[in-house]
């Protein structure tokens, strides 16, 4: 597998990982070019566990950040020291970064993320110690999400790394003891967004998402 670039992500890299949490590993390679243009369909996502990996082909992970995916856009967004592999192509790709962007594919995937982990907290079946931990999680990553979101629909920009973690935990740990806490800050994403001025454009940069994958196609022919 030809790796260009690969991190850590997830509550590592939020600030937000507690001793027992894993450490959860993001990366994007590519495939023989020659691979993909015959008849076979290849795999172009990958993931495992021990540790917890996920890697997209270089296309996929394209497809992702053009849809405005907040998982897959971590991998462009990261600080520099939780990079783990960078080579010529992964950098030219994060300084594309903000070229993959459009306004509502921006809002439609954080605030649909955020509304994906708030469903899950209707849906309790039991109230033991270890659902409280799995409510307490989805708190915090629909607080995250809402928060970059806004932050990457309004400046441009999203900071992966938290500056107050503890709020987050704070509001996880209060979540698990009602799920309906968590109703507030769904409707105040909605109103904030809903008021919000843009600095995104309306559409990507589609030539230039199509320039960086087609120079990965040659360089990777066979």
Known sequence: MDVLLSGIVGSTAY?????????????????????????????????????????????????????????????????????????????EAIALRSRFLSAHRVKDAYLGYATHQFRKLQTRYENDEQQRARDAKHARHLMRLVEQGYELYTTGNVRIRLEDPQRFLDFGATVAEDARRAMPIMAKAQDRFSRARTVLPQEPDFAAAEDWLLRVRREFWE
């Open 15 to 91: 600030g937000l990982a507690g001793p027992d949490s894993d450490v959860d590993h993001l990366g994007m390679f590519a495939l023989p070019t020659i691979e993909l243009v015959g008849l076979g369909k290849p795999q172009l996502s990958r993931v495992a566990k021990n540790p917890d990996s996920t890697w997209h082909e270089a296309g996929k992970a394209v497809g992702l950040f053009l849809a405005g995916n907040p998982t897959a856009m971590e991998l462009l967004w990261l600080p520099d020291d939780l990079y783990e592999a960078r080579t010529p192509l992964g950098d």
